[in-house]
């Protein structure tokens, strides 16, 4: 190669190919700090999408999951209301079974009666009252748990129906028992109330158990696809360390190479001496 004092031809290769490997050091650097293979669309376009899919994905079932979660609480609050219905009427029970019976006085059963009214009267206030989030569980409107995978939806819908002693959809308890005639209609009436509460408790335990198996797949959905979009995401630590090590060097034989380069054309000045 003819020496030259106008392109310093050694020089620009060096510094080329220097600005390369000081790129691709940063690149690693960056790799490294943030644990990350891809930090931006140009480190891989395609990987990137995909990537940021799964992650759309990911989050849409974790809520998912924590809507099933939810729906799963409001159900258990209706459940445990229920749980307590039963304990008042197998209270009434006793008290229909005690007022049937002929050795009863009237003053008796007027109090056995105000014990009754009461039970009612709980029944409603249970049914009124049992809560979730601010909304009440017992109601003839389904609630319905949204799931999704932030590309295709689905619902899980349970109907617990509202809860009162005499009313529209309620249990139906009308007779009192102020007599013992009554007293003995009324025992059809609370077993009635305990079959149709056992029911509802049936259809709650189902949605339960719906509810708990679809959370059970999403938490599988979300663990698989976590893995695939770290598999595409991350960076190989042990590969990163190795490539940094290797540009680390070559940094370095990069600059001394400049360095030579430019120090060639100094011995030109040696011609004019």
Same mark, same amino acid.
């Given at each position: 190669?003819?020496?030259?004092i106008?392109?310093?031809?050694?020089?620009?290769?060096?510094?080329n190919?220097?600005?390369?490997?000081?790129?691709?050091?940063?690149?690693?650097?960056? *790799?490294?700090?943030?644990?990350?293979?891809?930090?931006?669309?140009?480190?891989?376009?395609?990987?990137?999408?995909?990537?940021?899919?799964?992650?759309?994905? %990911?989050?849409a079932?974790? $809520?998912?999951?924590?809507?099933?979660n939810?729906?799963?609480g409001?159900?258990?609050?209706?459940? /445990?209301s229920?749980?307590?219905?039963?304990?008042?009427?197998?209270?009434?029970?006793?008290?229909?079974t005690?007022?049937?019976?002929?050795?009863?006085?009237?003053?008796?059963?007027?109090? %056995?009666?105000?014990?009754?009214?009461?039970?009612?009267?709980?029944?409603?206030?249970?049914?009124?009252?049992?809560t979730f989030?601010?909304?009440s569980v017992?109601?003839?409107?389904?609630?319905?748990?949204?799931l999704?995978?932030a590309?295709?939806?689905?619902?899980?819908?349970?109907?617990?129906?509202?809860?009162?002693?005499?009313? &529209? /959809? /309620?249990?139906g308890?009308?007779?009192?028992?102020? &007599?013992?005639?009554?007293?003995?209609?009324?025992?059809?009436?609370?077993?009635?109330?305990?079959?149709t509460?056992?029911?509802?408790?049936g259809v709650?335990?189902a949605?339960?158990?719906?509810?708990?198996?679809?959370?059970?797949?999403? &938490?599988?959905q979300?663990?698989n696809?976590?893995?695939?979009?770290?598999?595409?995401?991350?960076?190989?630590?042990?590969?990163?360390?190795?490539?940094?090590?290797?540009?680390? %060097?070559?940094?370095?034989?990069?600059?001394?190479?400049?360095? *030579?380069?430019?120090?060639v054309? $100094?011995?030109?000045?040696?011609?004019?001496?």
């Amino acid at each position: 190669m003819a020496i030259s004092i106008i392109n310093n031809i050694p020089a620009l290769v060096a510094q080329n190919q220097l600005s390369v490997t000081q790129t691709e050091l940063a690149s690693t650097l960056f *790799q490294l700090s943030s644990g990350n293979r891809i930090n931006s669309g140009a480190d891989d376009p395609a990987g990137l999408a995909i990537a940021d899919g799964l992650g759309a994905n %990911i989050a849409a079932l974790n $809520q998912s999951s924590q809507n099933a979660n939810t729906g799963v609480g409001s159900l258990q609050v209706a459940d /445990g209301s229920l749980a307590q219905i039963t304990t008042l009427l197998d209270r009434a029970i006793t008290l229909a079974t005690e007022s049937g019976t002929g050795t009863v006085s009237d003053t008796q059963r007027t109090a %056995i009666q105000a014990e009754y009214a009461s039970i009612g009267q709980e029944i409603n206030r249970i049914g009124t009252t049992s809560t979730f989030n601010g909304t009440s569980v017992f109601t003839a409107a389904t609630t319905s748990i949204f799931l999704s995978d932030a590309e295709s939806a689905s619902f899980i819908g349970v109907t617990v129906g509202v809860l009162n002693s005499s009313g &529209t /959809g /309620g249990l139906g308890l009308t007779t009192d028992l102020t &007599t013992a005639a009554n007293a003995q209609a009324a025992l059809i009436q609370i077993n009635g109330a305990i079959t149709t509460v056992a029911a509802t408790r049936g259809v709650i335990g189902a949605g339960v158990n719906r509810l708990n198996a679809a959370s059970a797949v999403i &938490t599988n959905q979300v663990q698989n696809l976590t893995s695939a979009q770290n598999g595409i995401k991350a960076a190989d630590i042990s590969a990163v360390v190795g490539n940094l090590s290797q540009e680390s %060097i070559l940094d370095q034989t990069g600059i001394a190479a400049l360095a *030579q380069a430019n120090s060639v054309q $100094q011995n030109v000045l040696q011609l004019l001496r």
